[in-house]
């Protein structure tokens, strides 16, 4: 069934990646093949493979329980939240925000998850940043402190 | 000769007492990247690349640690595949096959020294056959025009449909996903916008690493949560360590037809470690007749796929050094790294940056030696990492990966497309669709299409510059054969099995 | 009372800023780390360093995307104020500046501070090339322009193919006629020349010097005014052949629309003492730009000119400004 699923989608993707790339042209161009030749032909055979994708007898593809769905949905809004986060909080804070719930999903208990986020906030802080010289965020509320 | 004093000043290079404190510490971070889960050589590549460009490092180290980092993750994938049943990384998916039983059987030690003397024997025969034959590939390669870059790639994707074998549909599927994506971004030709739906942050199209990142390390943590129960417990290292004479006479054979398969796998674009264990694997289940224990715990089932994935590490530096072209996802990061340096990698390397080609191979042979010396006595030091719990680790990843892509493009957006490609990456992970075609379809998706339109436009329309030189023949009669091949061989097999049984 | 000491206290703070650096300084590559806009922000930070200008060491940091759009977007949008923030620029982003590519801000929306030198056009081809100079070339696409490809680092409407379809428009050729392959990067292209699968290469002066010296390539003629010294000195220019094509590729830096007076003044006396010093020089020729010394309002005239200049090119050339 997932199969199917993930097959309309692509076949709807495709036929957007057709209708979008149908319009495609370079104002000038010395070539026999523009620039629209090879998406329109990817979007193409992905949607003839979508097709066999919905038409396929394969055993169904086995999801985890529920329970465990929700939880991995659950890791991925946190990731997504500390990707939207990094650059405003800075990295210290939205890394410890992120490394506590994660922690819980984990298996780590409250304190230890606690330990987890300081810790690796600060720690990782201090050895991309200050040792290794690779810039990170710090985020609105640091910069006035620091001027 | 000549080959010879080059080597001779690449061991100078790498035999200077920083490279080979760079050597040391990157094969050892590299067995640690490579042993754990969710983290491999492609990012653990990916990641350390901004750094070593941070820290000001010169080129040749940079890449002497990036290629140390290589070499340390194929060592290092077999000891969590050993010991967890856990592949620490692609090219270990193999090694869990026997390793695994053998560590349930008490002989986690033997387990661990044959792979790692497999390991170096495949570091050691693929740095030899870089040696003899990058420099005269480097000479063919000002050959290699739009026309045979192009049948090139068709090579390397020919390699994937004859290899991936039974679920071709999900590879073509991810193939052509990958291909997609490559699309997005300014048309290196035309230099119209595509698929870029008026944001800026695309024009350039979606940056390798951010790809990179998503599929491997987002999607494998979730995949990891989705398996959690309770953290897996690795199993003890008693008894023997090393692997007695027995053993060894089983295994050498088996070691040094997989190091020789797996370098020339390697060689070919695309192809990378994890084609090589796997055809390696097989073929030696076949060799070994009746008399096996394959899949129970035969020494000869962790020897192959190791030296193989070595050996097709090393093999796909190559392509990357003689012809720019990546062998594998990992050297796609480090071709970033040598154009971070405003190095293009390619055939004029060879001539204009001796120091930096000679280097890099004279710290390969560097690089295994040391770590075949780190893994054997050190291998309960390594074991320790294995016992970092999950909850420090998983978040740990997390933070490391963000830094690998903030790093280098600085913007949240890279991170919010990294993590929606991780949830995407989830979902066909979990369908079972392969993740290497997609990788390869975005790398090469991009270099495929540029060199067919340069070289229709150099011919001014004329198709049959596509099979107007030698090379080119080859390499298409090459795809021809590695698309039919083992498809007849199948059929064959399967009429001799037929006519057996009548 | 308080009042007035306050008016006083408040006076010299600013009377002070006026003349003391930022405290924190930045410069933003708008690009991925490594290549020209990191070289030029690396530029700065040796300069600003050696000099003495700053105290705490500048900081690079990397914002690509559309050759300088995303940064000029972004610092427009969101961080027009930062006197401490400087944001390389090129030719390549004034050019697509010139035709629309930056969205929808112009080259009025930010201050431009300083040059930080020059690059120039060349064009080249094989050692073994039957052109021996560019008098050569013109005549043979004159003769026939299908049978002389082009090949350069840039797509079509992008600086490089500006080159070639100038050169071809000196021939007396029409850019339409030309036949010109994009590859990725100067590297690549440079490589294709020397494989014999393009015949001519429209790049840049900075990148031939090691190749002439490995005897590999030839250069017909660079695109600036006058000769370049060093290396290059033998090399005639385009101009003394005959032909009227120029093509300087400046690179420079900028602040936000908003930055203090102070700050712009600060950072354009800055750069006029700091292009003059004959240590920054050593800096450039290092990284192979050669001298071009501009800054405050007489670079803000020339930008300006030049990305008229451009949109006016990119008319003719039939890559309407948006």
């Not at chain 1, 055993?59 to 991995?72: D, F, G, N």
């Amino acid at each position: 069934m997932s199969e199917r699923i993930f097959g309309i989608f692509l076949l709807l993707v495709s036929a957007a990646g057709i209708y979008i790339g149908w319009d495609l042209k370079a104002p000038i161009s010395y070539e026999p093949v523009g620039p629209r030749a090879f998406p329109l032909l990817v979007f193409t055979l992905l949607g003839i493979c979508s097709l066999g994708l919905m038409l396929s007898k394969r055993p169904a593809t086995e999801w985890a329980p529920s329970p465990v769905l929700m939880r991995v949905g659950g890791m991925f809004l946190v990731v997504l939240a500390y990707a939207l986060l990094f650059d405003k909080l800075g990295f210290v804070i939205s890394t410890a925000l992120m490394s506590v719930p994660l922690a819980r999903l984990f298996g780590g208990n409250w304190k230890q998850s606690l330990i987890a986020g300081a810790g690796l906030g600060v720690v990782l802080f201090l050895l991309f940043d200050k040792l290794l010289d690779v810039v990170l965020p710090t985020g609105f509320w640091l910069k006035p402190l620091l001027g | 000769m000549e080959i010879i004093s080059h080597l001779l000043d690449g061991f100078a290079v790498a035999g200077s007492p920083t490279n080979l404190m760079i050597c040391l510490i990157g094969a050892f971070l590299g067995t640690v990247i490579g042993m754990l889960p969710g983290l491999g050589p492609i990012n653990g590549v990916a990641i350390l690349l901004p750094i070593a460009y941070a820290m000001k490092l010169p080129p040749e180290s940079a890449l002497i640690l990036l290629a140390a980092v290589y070499s340390g993750c194929e060592f290092g994938g077999r000891i969590s595949a050993i010991l967890i049943n856990v592949p620490g990384d692609a090219g270990a998916v193999m090694t869990t096959l026997d390793g695994y039983p053998m560590a349930r059987k008490g002989l986690a030690g033997p387990a661990l020294s044959i792979s790692a003397v497999a390991s170096f024997s495949g570091a050691i025969i693929a740095t030899l056959g870089i040696v003899a034959l990058a420099p005269i590939l480097a000479n063919w390669a000002l050959a290699f025009g739009p026309a045979e870059y192009f049948a090139l790639m068709v090579l390397a994707l020919s390699c994937l449909g004859g290899l991936v074998g039974d679920s071709l549909l999900k590879a073509m599927v991810g193939v052509l996903i990958g291909l997609m994506i490559s699309c997005v971004g300014i048309d290196a030709n035309s230099g119209v916008y595509r698929y870029t739906f008026d944001l800026l942050h695309l024009s350039d199209g979606i940056p390798f690493i951010v790809v990179v990142i998503g599929l491997f390390a987002v999607s494998e943590l979730m995949l990891m949560l989705q398996s959690h129960h309770g953290g897996a417990q690795a199993v003890e290292v008693t008894g023997r360590t090393m692997f007695n004479m027995k053993e060894f006479m089983l295994a050498r054979w088996t070691i040094l037809r997989s190091s020789v398969v797996g370098f020339f796998v390697g060689v070919l674009p695309g192809a990378g470690a994890s084609i090589a264990s796997a055809m390696t694997y097989s073929m030696e289940r076949r060799m070994a007749g009746k008399d096996h224990c394959f899949g129970d715990g035969d020494v000869r089932g962790v020897a192959a796929p190791e030296a193989a994935n070595n050996a097709s590490a090393y093999g796909s530096l190559i392509p990357m050094l003689t012809l720019g072209v990546p062998g594998s996802g990992t050297t796609a990061v480090m071709i970033g790294a040598l154009t971070l340096y405003n190095i293009t990698p390619g055939p004029t390397l060879f001539q204009d940056q001796p120091v930096i080609v000679w280097g890099l191979i004279a710290s390969l042979a560097i690089s295994s030696v040391l770590l075949v010396l780190m893994n054997i006595p050190l291998v309960k030091v390594f074991v320790k990492f294995l016992q970092i719990p999950n909850w420090v680790l998983v978040p740990g990843v997390a933070a490391v990966s963000m830094v690998g892509v903030y790093a280098v493009h600085g913007t949240t957006f890279d991170l919010i497309v990294g993590t929606l490609l991780g949830g995407f990456g989830y979902l066909l992970r979990v369908m079972n669709f392969p993740m290497a075609p997609f990788i390869l379809g975005f790398v090469l998706g991009d270099m495929m299409e540029q060199n067919l339109r340069r070289a229709l436009s150099i011919s001014n329309g004329e198709v049959s510059i596509l099979f107007s030189s030698p090379i080119s023949i080859g390499l298409w009669v090459a795809a021809i054969a590695m698309l039919v091949g083992p498809r007849l061989a199948k059929a064959f097999e399967a009429r001799r099995n037929r006519l057996a049984q009548a | 009372m308080i009042k007035k000491t306050l008016f006083a206290l408040a006076a010299t703070v600013a009377v002070s800023a006026a003349q003391a650096a930022p405290e924190k300084t930045e410069c933003i590559a708008p690009a991925k780390p490594g290549g020209g806009f990191d070289l030029t922000c690396k530029l700065a930070q040796g300069g600003l360093q050696n000099g003495k200008f700053i105290d705490s060491p500048m900081r690079i940091t990397y914002m690509p995307g559309g050759i300088g759009a995303v940064a000029y977007n972004t610092v427009i949008a969101q961080r027009p104020d930062e006197g401490g923030t400087i944001v390389a620029f090129s030719g390549g982003s004034l050019l697509n500046l010139a035709i629309g590519k930056f969205g929808r801000y112009t080259v009025n929306d930010v201050k431009w501070v300083g040059s930080a030198g020059a690059d120039y056009g060349a064009i080249i081809v094989r050692a073994d090339s039957p052109y021996k100079s560019l008098k050569d070339l013109m005549t043979a696409l004159k003769a026939d322009p299908t049978k002389v490809v082009f090949g350069a680092g840039g797509s079509v409407g992008s600086q490089d193919w500006m080159k070639s379809a100038l050169v071809a428009k000196a021939a007396g050729v029409d850019y339409k006629g030309m036949r010109y392959v994009a590859f990725e990067g100067g590297g690549e292209a440079m490589t294709a020349l020397q494989g014999g699968h393009v015949q001519v290469y429209s790049g840049d002066a900075s990148e031939v010097a090691a190749q002439i010296k490995g005897g590999r390539v030839r250069v017909l003629g660079i695109l600036s005014d006058v000769r370049l010294p060093g290396e290059l000195h033998d090399i005639p220019t385009a101009k003394e052949q005959g032909y009227d094509v120029e093509w300087p590729i400046i690179r420079g830096y900028y602040v936000g629309p908003k930055v203090s007076d102070a700050d712009y003044k600060w950072w354009v006396g800055t750069f006029d003492k700091m292009l003059a010093s004959p240590d920054y020089a050593k800096l450039r020729d290092a990284q192979g730009l050669f001298p071009f010394n501009m800054t405050g309002a007489k670079l803000d005239a020339y930008v300006k000119q030049r990305v008229k200049d451009y949109a006016d090119l990119a008319r003719e050339f039939g890559m309407a400004a948006q």
